[in-house]
Structures are given as C-alpha cells and as structure tokens.
C-alpha cells in the first residue's frame, strides 16, 4: 500500500483542524472531518510501518520495545518511537502501540459491544445514555462498516486453540463463541477502497500484521482520510497546547532528528480546531503539560483511570494441543495454523451482577515472543505455578513436554501445548494518572488485591483445569512488583462527565474550561479512550470508535458540516518503487545587524554596534536521495527554527525550507555552492525569509572547512527576497558541533542494513566527490 505520511518539513505553521494521534478515536475523526471537506492535519508521535516492516524475531522486537521506568530512575528504554510503549514505575504497567494507527497495530482486533447494562451506567452523562438507541447506535453502525469485523470462518482451517477453548467452556459450563475480529479472511477492497491481503493464520497478529489482513485504522480510516485530503505527519511529538487569540497554538518536538543533540527549542503550529486523540496515558500527558503552563482544566484530570479488569493468564503444559505460539519468522509451509491472536471467547457476562462478567479469550503469542516465554513459564510453572491435575502418569508426561520444550524450542511439548488466556472484566475505576517527572503514572495502591480479580482468578482455574494444566499467573503479579496489574485496555482519566466538577469533557467530547460548571473551551475535543467513565468488560475497540464516530457527528452538525458517509472506490494501484533517503541536523550560529548595505562579513562583525546573534537548528531531509542527486539543484527540504531577537523575541518555525546541496547553480566557476532558503514565521504571524549560502571554491591557502561551515546570510521581510532586507551577517559552527551534526544523520526508507550501508555510501560519495572535484582535482 502507499505511504500515507508527508515529509515533517512539509508541515505548515497553520491549519483548521489538528488530529493529535492516530489510533481509533484519531483516524475516524480525521476521516469524517476530510470527507465533510475541512482541511486535517495528523500529528503521530510513532512511525508508519506498512505490512512488512513488522517485527518477527526476538531482535527485531528489542528494537521495537521502549520503557519508561521509575520516576526516580528517570530512565527511558529503547528508542522514542519504538512500536510497543510500556508504562512503568506506577501501580499498574499499561501496554500500547506507538505508530501510525496506534494501538490498532498491536491489537487482537476483537469487535464485542458492551454490556448493554454498561452503556446505561450513571457515571456515563445523562445526554448520552439518552442517545445510546440513537446516535451512539449510528457510531457502532458506522464503525461496523470500516472495520469489517468478522467471525473465524467455520470454513477455515481447524484451530487446536480453539478447539481446546471449547473444550474448557464445555467444562466450566460457559458459552462459547467465536467473536467479530477486525480481520479479513478473505482478498477484499474495504470501504476506504484499500486492497487487503487474506489472513495466513501465521499468530503474530499482536507484534503487527505483515500481511496487511488485519483491519487497523492503518487499513482503513487513514487512508481514507488521506484520500479526502488529510495530511498526516508522522514522528512528531505534541508537549502541550495553548489558547492564542481564537486559535490553539500547539507545541511539538520532531523526532529522531538529534534536534536534543543541539537543545533546540519545542517549535509550534497553531489551529482553529484541535482534537486530541493521543492514548489514555498520551492525551493525559499533553492535558497535564498543558495545566501546569496555565490552561485552566477541571481538577478531575487523571481521576477515574481504569485498567478494564485486564487479567492475563496462561494453562501451562496441558494435556491437549493448543498451538499457541506465532509463526514469527518461520514459513508457513508445513506448519499447522495458529490463528488470529483471538479467535474464540468464553462469554460470562449474562451475570446477575454486571460487575461479576467477564469474556475469558484464547490468545496466541506472536513468533517474535516465543523463546523467551518458553523460558518465563517454565521458570513461573516451576515457581508459583498451580497443576490442576494429578497422578503419577499424568506427571511423567509433563515433564517429558517440559523436557521437549528445553530441547526443540517454543513449538514442541509444554509450550506447543500452552493455552494463553486474555480476560476483560470489571473494577472499581478509581486508578488516579500523576505526571510525574516527564511522564504520566498509574497510582492505584492496592489494585492487584481487587476481589473482582480474584472471581478472574478462580475462573481461570477452573478453565486450566479443563485442560489439564499448570495454572501460571502473569509472572509479573507478585509480591515483589507489589501485585502489578498489566493493563493493555486503559480507560479514562479525561472522562466525560455533566460537568467539570466530575469529569474533564462533555458527552459531545468537548474540554470543560474550569474547575466547575459546564463552559467549555471552544476548538478543544478529546477522542480516545481517555473519555470512556468506566470499565467495559470486553474489548474496548468497538465502543471507543462508536463514541468517536459519535462525538465527530455532533462536531460536524454544531459547525453545520456535512459528513459524506459514501463508501470509497478502490484506491490506485500501489506504486513499486520504494525510494530511499537521507535526514540529519544542524546548527549554526552567529551574528546580524541591521547594515544590510554592507557585506555580509562587515554586517555580521559581533563587535559591530546593533549585532545580534542568530542561530537555527534545522533537520535536512530528502525521502527519495536519487531524485534529489538527479535535480541540477540537488534540492533536500528544511525544517526546524530560527533564534533570533533582532526578529522576534521567541523562536521563529522554518516553513518549507530547501537546501541546494553542492549544486553549480549561482557557484563561481569550478566550485560549487550550498544555498538555503529558509521562510520563517513569528508566533504572532509575521514573515521573514532568509536566505543565505556557501561558497566551496578553491581559493589560496587550505580553505575547506571554513567554506563549508561559514554561511552568509541576507534576511527579507516578507515571504521571499522581494521583500526590504531587514539583517544581514555571518554564521558558522565548531568542530564539535559538526561532530555531532555527523552523528544524526540517518538513512530512511531501507528495509536492512545493506540498503543502509547503500544509501549512506550512495550519498558521501556525491558530497564528498563534489569536495573532491573543487579542491584536490582541480589542484592537481
């Protein structure tokens, strides 16, 4: 499929609307808002990786895992925009995806509404339980239709997990179904008018579909809107927002730049209409930021968290086959199926007590997750686990599995035959979202201990049972991580309320303004799961995006926007080629006066009375290195700031910059020059264009670094060089920061390390080769 993200250096300073994430809550509101003909722009902090850039290898899951301990520690693991992001350091480690599509990527897909008797809690408000038989309903039905959710065919393959699920229902005496899952199982063109491949039943359906079968909103409410015309920019961070007038000026941070190498400053954009849609723990975190700078939000920010009695459990080494474990980098020839992560679910919600439901799922481990499991539950069944059956046979064939496992790995013996259970039930919601340093924490002393994990607990016995296994808890509930609870559903914590004395938004969504009272701050919404009130007690997909689907369709008809809800036609036929690029960072610094009818070198003297100093910190980008060798401009695109109090007394944002990499055009004869355009804009909206170049040319005595790291620079008022020049001077950098300009440049685009390798060689030869024709060959 076609890239949907643009160049970050394509972002402009302004638009209507914002959509700050991209996951369920996210790609419907951008999707609805570009087909009701308003002109969206997606901020997400991950990546975009299309099918095939997913994980299949331990290695290759490494890479893709950040953590963020203890706040003590102050201590961030793996890269910033690795796909899987786990919260730590609180009373509860929650799990989520970090990427465009957010934690659609990683999910099971599993499509279950609700309880009905959930949906008519009192804690959700009055007006929305009102119009649950009315618009909520329309949101499931729109939903419904995106996301194509589809039971395991019975046509299919034969599951041994399945089949084992059964088998414990029957004993356990629960209903057994196979759910709705946001997978296709058969080639189709969904409603956004992309091409799907077919389900392989590989298993990895949690470390991201490879096949591009499984229907994340990356398959199909983001291509929509991209087709609608959204533009979606990926590996930007949003910090915090701010009321500017009647606009919302929004601060963000680019990632894996190396802009920290040189401590640039957060740059900006503003919009009319913001919405933030960035995760239960992401949006709280741009809220909290956003308080502590003096936007005034309801106290009840952080309040009402809820891990949506999330239990995670396994039934080791039973004595039936279960074939829970990925095909993760293994062919599928010769191989039996594993299955979508979930394909059948044993529904215990027809309870007298809403409370006491629960939904108990089959879950396969991705590939990727195997060994290492192998040798966590071995170690836990060894530990603390609980056998459910007995008698001396019985014993002499699990440890011959056990034995077999040790010996051939993850799919032979005790973990070819290890159920993995994944249970959604209820709490009591009271889990409290701190910042704490840079980041949000669950605090919730004692949720480890609550009795309506215990009730999971038991029903998890009985289904181990069943099976004739060992009982084997999440090894991270114990006494040493003080019962930890492993949440992959977080709920609330920007929860929709009557009011703001007890909640932060709406029903429609929209931001409550003080600590009280139902006034609103105009343009600001919230839609993710941080609105939901309470647990679900299943899979909270399916709600989130009918409430999403909802809250758009009162945003559209409050503005008298019309949504076009017409199904897309196919999508043009993906393009073959992949292009590969180039990014790095850098600084440079100096000073300008006012005497712009001097010499850059006369104006810039620092010693000069009026000079003041300059500096920018810009990202150099191309996505597609041979296009850009091939141009006589050799054009790469710029983006980042500008620092300087002669123009405005906070950083100017680089607005469509370019850089003319090394090429002839307006060079002396037999050199070269390196010119950079770079528009700039204030935070009050005032334009300025700089424009400023290097001339590599051989001159006497050994003048190559002072050729390629001074930059004359002339600035304009206005959008180009036609305006009155305002400053003119000289800039330049020191070794040490061209050391570390050297260690930001990245390659992007290759899909390993020879293609890396490839491009880098690809690209030090022109520039270097460029060096190399001005100064050794002409000398010789």
């Known amino acids: 499929m076609r890239r949907l993200s643009s160049r970050w250096s394509e972002l402009a300073s302004h638009y209507p609307v914002v959509v700050v994430g991209s996951g369920y809550g996210g790609a419907i509101t951008a999707s609805r808002l570009a087909r009701a003909?308003?002109?969206?722009?997606?901020?997400?902090?991950?990546?975009?990786?299309?099918?095939?850039?997913?994980?299949?290898?331990?290695?290759?899951?490494?890479?893709?895992?950040?953590?963020?301990?203890?706040?003590?520690?102050?201590?961030?693991?793996?890269?910033?925009?690795?796909?899987?992001?786990?919260?730590?350091?609180?009373?509860?480690?929650?799990?989520?995806?970090?990427?465009?599509?957010?934690?659609?990527?990683?999910?099971?897909?599993?499509?279950?509404?609700?309880?009905?008797?959930?949906?008519?809690d009192p804690r959700w408000p009055e007006a929305f339980r009102q119009d649950v038989p009315g618009l909520l309903e329309d949101g499931f039905t729109w939903a419904e239709r995106m996301l194509r959710p589809t039971p395991y065919p019975e046509s299919s393959p034969r599951l041994a997990s399945l089949s084992a699920m059964e088998r414990a229902a029957r004993r356990m005496g629960g209903t057994f179904k196979r759910p709705p899952l946001a997978v296709s199982f058969e080639e189709q063109v969904n409603d956004a008018g992309v091409r799907q491949g077919a389900c392989t039943l590989c298993g990895d359906c949690l470390t991201g579909c490879n096949q591009g079968a499984k229907n994340s909103v990356l398959m199909n409410y983001?291509?929509?809107?991209?087709?609608?015309?959204?533009?979606?920019?990926?590996?930007?961070?949003?910090?915090?927002?701010?009321?500017?007038?009647?606009?919302?000026?929004?601060?963000?941070?680019?990632?894996?730049?190396?802009?920290?190498?040189?401590?640039?400053?957060?740059?900006?954009?503003?919009?009319?209409?913001?919405?933030?849609?960035?995760?239960?723990?992401?949006?709280?975190?741009?809220?909290?930021?956003?308080?502590?700078?003096?936007?005034?939000?309801?106290?009840?920010?952080?309040?009402?968290?809820?891990?949506?009695?999330?239990?995670?459990?396994?039934?080791?080494?039973?004595?039936?086959?279960?074939?829970?474990?990925?095909?993760?980098?293994?062919?599928?020839?010769?191989?039996?199926?594993?299955?979508?992560?979930?394909?059948?679910?044993?529904?215990?919600?027809?309870?007298?007590?809403?409370?006491?439901?629960?939904?108990?799922?089959?879950?396969?481990?991705?590939?990727?997750?195997?060994?290492?499991?192998?040798?966590?539950?071995?170690?836990?069944?060894?530990?603390?686990?609980?056998?459910?059956?007995?008698?001396?046979?019985?014993?002499?064939?699990?440890?011959?599995?056990?034995?077999?496992?040790?010996?051939?790995?993850?799919?032979?013996?005790?973990?070819?035959?290890?159920?993995?259970?994944?249970?959604?039930?209820?709490?009591?919601?009271?889990?409290?979202?701190?910042?704490?340093?840079?980041?949000?924490?669950?605090?919730?002393?004692?949720?480890?201990?609550?009795?309506?994990?215990?009730?999971?607990?038991?029903?998890?016995?009985?289904?181990?049972?069943?099976?004739?296994?060992?009982?084997?808890?999440?090894?991270?509930?114990?006494?040493?991580?003080?019962?930890?609870?492993?949440?992959?559903?977080?709920?609330?914590?920007?929860?929709?309320?009557?009011?703001?004395?007890?909640?932060?938004?709406?029903?429609?969504?929209?931001?409550?303004?003080?600590?009280?009272?139902?006034?609103?701050?105009?343009?600001?919404?919230?839609?993710?799961?941080?609105?939901?009130?309470?647990?679900?007690?299943?899979?909270?997909?399916?709600?989130?995006?009918?409430?999403?689907?909802?809250?758009?369709?009162?945003?559209?008809?409050?503005?008298?926007?019309?949504?076009?809800?017409?199904?897309?036609?196919?999508?043009?036929?993906?393009?073959a080629r992949t292009p590969v690029g180039v990014r790095f960072s850098e600084t440079m610094y100096g000073h300008v006066s006012g005497a712009v009818h001097e010499h850059e070198f006369i104006a810039g003297d620092p010693k000069r009375e009026g000079a003041t100093r300059l500096r920018f910190v810009v990202t150099v980008e191309t996505r597609d290195l041979e296009r850009t060798l091939e141009d006589r401009l050799h054009p790469l695109a710029l983006s980042g700031m500008v620092e300087a109090l002669a123009l405005s007394p906070r950083p100017l944002v680089v607005e469509g910059g370019e850089l003319h990499l090394m090429t002839q055009e307006g060079a002396r004869p037999g050199g070269r020059r390196m010119r950079y355009l770079l528009p700039l804009v204030t935070e009050s909206g005032e334009r300025f264009f700089l424009d400023g170049y290097k001339d590599v040319h051989d001159d006497a005595g050994f003048d190559l670094w002072a050729d390629t790291t001074r930059l004359l620079v002339s600035v304009y008022r206005g959008m180009d060089i036609s305006g009155p020049c305002v400053a003119r001077g000289v800039l330049s950098l020191d070794p040490a920061d061209f050391a570390k300009q050297l260690s930001t440049l990245r390659v992007l685009g290759a899909r390993d390390a020879v293609g890396q390798w490839q491009t880098l060689l690809r690209f030090g030869r022109f520039f270097f080769g460029a060096l190399y024709d001005t100064y050794v060959k002409k000398a010789a």
């Open 37 to 120: 003909g308003r002109q969206v722009c997606v901020l997400e902090r991950g990546r975009e990786l299309l099918p095939g850039d997913y994980p299949r290898t331990e290695a290759d899951f490494a890479q893709e895992l950040q953590v963020h301990m203890e706040a003590e520690s102050n201590v961030d693991l793996g890269r910033a925009t690795a796909l899987f992001e786990l919260h730590r350091g609180g009373d509860v480690a929650v799990v989520s995806g970090c990427g465009l599509g957010g934690t659609s990527l990683i999910n099971a897909g599993v499509t279950l509404r609700p309880d009905p008797r959930v949906l008519q």
């Open 222 to 575: 983001l291509p929509d809107a991209h087709r609608h015309g959204a533009r979606v920019f990926t590996e930007v961070s949003v910090r915090y927002l701010a009321r500017d007038g009647n606009r919302w000026r929004i601060y963000y941070r680019p990632m894996n730049t190396g802009r920290e190498r040189f401590e640039a400053p957060d740059l900006w954009l503003t919009a009319d209409l913001v919405v933030l849609a960035a995760g239960t723990m992401g949006t709280a975190e741009i809220l909290m930021r956003s308080r502590a700078l003096g936007l005034s939000l309801s106290k009840q920010l952080g309040q009402r968290f809820s891990a949506n009695g999330d239990v995670m459990a396994f039934g080791y080494n039973t004595d039936v086959p279960v074939n829970g474990v990925g095909h993760g980098v293994n062919p599928p020839e010769g191989r039996e199926p594993v299955g979508p992560t979930i394909s059948g679910i044993i529904d215990a919600r027809a309870t007298a007590r809403q409370e006491d439901g629960m939904v108990i799922e089959n879950g396969a481990m991705p590939g990727a997750f195997g060994k290492p499991m192998l040798a966590l539950l071995s170690a836990a069944a060894a530990v603390g686990g609980e056998d459910m059956d007995s008698g001396l046979k019985d014993k002499l064939e699990e440890l011959a599995r056990v034995a077999d496992s040790a010996v051939r790995g993850p799919y032979h013996g005790a973990m070819r035959n290890t159920q993995t259970f994944l249970v959604m039930s209820h709490d009591a919601g009271v889990g409290e979202l701190r910042m704490e340093g840079d980041r949000v924490r669950v605090h919730w002393p004692d949720v480890g201990t609550q009795p309506e994990l215990a009730r999971v607990d038991q029903r998890l016995r009985e289904a181990t049972a069943a099976l004739g296994g060992t009982f084997v808890r999440n090894p991270l509930w114990n006494r040493l991580t003080g019962h930890e609870v492993l949440c992959t559903h977080p709920l609330g914590g920007c929860v929709m309320a009557e009011h703001a004395g007890a909640g932060v938004v709406d029903h429609e969504g929209r931001v409550f303004s003080g600590h009280e009272g139902s006034e609103v701050h105009e343009g600001l919404y919230v839609s993710d799961g941080s609105v939901i009130p309470r647990s679900l007690g299943t899979n909270p997909l399916f709600t989130i995006s009918a409430v999403a689907e909802r809250s758009v369709a009162l945003l559209a008809h409050r503005r008298g926007w019309h949504i076009d809800y017409t199904p897309a036609l196919e999508s043009p036929a993906d393009d």
